[in-house]
DNA sequence: TCAATACATAAGCAGTTGCTTATGTGATTC
DNA sequence: GAATCACATAAGCAACTGCTTATGTATTGA
């Protein structure tokens, strides 16, 4: 879980759309994959990458794999981007309202 | 400057070099590339990324282009991240720390 | 226990990436 | 204006990626 494995696992695109449906809930590989147009292994594949990453988490419910989103990358982002933070442009609402969201 | 171009962009760790060597101070390809290890080419084509993921931007100075940080990149991976605020735990000081700062 | 289900792993392949050397293009300087 | 310098572009190549089909491994239920 570094920062190589972060970035590169963002770097696909149906990797980051399967990281925002599971951003809205946790589900199991079967049902993450409906509508996304990609093979089981291919799927089964994708979310060992974003495991990896610390992206994302996983656990066994029966046959079924239950997969959510783990906030450890999120955070190792979060923390990347705070080393740039002089370059910011002042105003960035979006990020001054989770500023605000996160002091309560 | 879409999603997929910033993350591809990211995903080098010697893009990734580059935007932090620039972060510390603007300045041109030569220098740019001193100790880093790769051709010339190399760095312009690694710079033509970086630029065209909105991460960095140039300005030509008689036959010296210099290279800087664009905040315009950042601020749209700080976008991207936002979305994601819900999976944050609430122990982010230096995330916190950072909007502190931002509120000034 | 045997078939079915959910998922992981293996193997192979086409497309992409990051690098190199070679060459082109502006800008400066003599 | 010819040589030089800073950088960009072209072409080619080895390594990596993301996908597929085929097969393996747990878990469940009849």
Wanted: net charge neutral; no cysteine.
């Amino acid at each position: 879980m570094n920062e190589d494995d972060l970035f590169r696992a963002l770097a696909d695109p149906t990797r980051r759309a399967i990281f925002e449906k599971l951003a809205a809930g946790s589900m199991n590989a079967s049902v993450l994959r409906e509508g996304m147009g990609i093979s089981q292994p291919a799927m089964s594949q994708h979310l060992s990458v974003l495991r990896s990453a610390g992206l994302v988490r996983e656990e066994r419910q029966g046959r079924f794999v239950n997969y959510e989103v783990d906030p450890d990358g999120l955070t190792h982002i979060a923390q990347w981007l705070s080393k740039y933070r002089a370059y910011w442009p002042a105003r960035i609402e979006a990020l001054k309202a989770l500023l605000k969201d996160m002091d309560q």
